[in-house]
């Protein structure tokens, strides 16, 4: 699936327990990269880590707990990654989910903006001084999982927790499209350094989140369930713009991909909503940095 040899650097994958992540996650130690697994669920997390060692034979594999809920604790958990990893190769920021009603969490911000969008920012925000070390002996690649769904529709910059007309695929949609935008503003601010960031859809995945995101998802999952995807396949271009030493993953920049080629993106994702997002989650994750 790729032909690049991974050892000796560091992968942290978030949302590794499950679906996408944990495949990819399983075919970076296989290929021998030391992973570090960022999961919210303990059991789940230590089942995903014995899984991967038993089936690769690599022992280099670390669980790290946050939930993605709170900014608080995905602040806490990369202060742990810091200690432990002086660089960091690839950062997979895939951790998400969609919610069935709108919920705010204990820090006051909408549950599926923290989740999708702001938690994986503030994570990506905290490693950047290992990140940029690794980028002193090699490419270094940030990778962001997103979703045809973010065609759903443009952001409200007056109401990005959707405080009117939430609706459960309007709300996974816009954090979907944030992921994009930050993909791709990130890639400006760090057009300097030896870095590639990017984002992909995965597909319609046959993966556990159909069932978590309420009963539209449920339906929904259940529809075109014959139509999904494996996680094999839905991971494919995941695991090719984490690790692959092709040009067109290496030189992904900042871009959106679909089945390892550029996808087209909604007219809406313009640069200068990509700007504002990045200015609005940097104020809203100033009090975890
Ligand atoms: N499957 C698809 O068709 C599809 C299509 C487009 C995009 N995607 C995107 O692909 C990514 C991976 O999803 P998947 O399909 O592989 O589904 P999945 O199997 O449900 O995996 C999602 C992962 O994110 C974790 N997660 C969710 N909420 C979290 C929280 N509050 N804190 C920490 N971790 C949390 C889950 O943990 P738990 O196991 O504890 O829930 C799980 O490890 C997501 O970003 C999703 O939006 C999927």
């Not at 949302?15 to 495949?23: C, D, E, K, M, R």
């Not at 432990?84 to 997979?92: E, G, M, Q, S, T």
Request: hydrophobic share 40%.
């Amino acid at each position: 699936m790729t032909d690049a040899v991974l050892s000796g650097k560091n992968y942290v994958v978030t949302g590794a327990n499950s679906g996408i992540g944990l495949f990819a996650a399983r075919r970076f130690a296989g290929l021998g990269a030391n992973v570090a697994l960022v999961c919210r669920n303990e059991e789940r997390g230590r089942a995903a880590v014995a899984e991967i060692v038993a089936t690769t034979g690599n022992e280099n594999v670390s669980l790290y707990l946050a939930d993605f809920s709170s900014l608080a604790s995905v602040s806490e958990m990369a202060d742990k990654l810091l200690l432990d990893f002086p660089k960091i190769d690839v950062l997979c920021n895939n951790a998400g989910g969609a919610n069935g009603s709108r919920t705010v969490t204990d820090e006051g911000l909408e549950t599926t903006l923290v989740t999708n969008h702001l938690s994986g920012f503030l994570l990506t925000k905290k490693l950047l001084p290992v990140i940029l070390n690794a980028a002193d002996e090699g490419l270094v690649r940030i990778v962001f999982t997103s979703s045809y769904g973010h065609f759903n529709s443009a952001l409200d910059f007056e109401d990005l927790g959707l405080e009117q007309g939430y609706s459960t695929l309007k709300a996974y949609g816009r954090s979907k499209l944030m992921n994009l935008l930050t993909a791709r503003e990130l890639q400006n601010h760090l057009a300097e350094k030896n870095v590639v960031t990017s984002s992909f859809h995965p597909g319609a995945v046959r993966t556990p989140i159909w069932g978590k995101g309420g009963a539209l998802a449920r339906i929904l999952g259940l529809v075109i369930y014959p139509f999904m995807k494996s996680t094999e396949q839905g991971s494919d271009t995941f695991i090719w713009l984490a690790s692959s030493q092709d040009k067109a993953s290496t030189g992904a920049q900042g871009q959106y991909f679909y089945e390892r080629k550029r996808a087209e993106i909604a007219k809406f994702a313009t640069d200068e909503d990509a700007r504002r997002l990045w200015q609005a989650s940097e104020e809203l994750v100033a009090a975890y940095c």
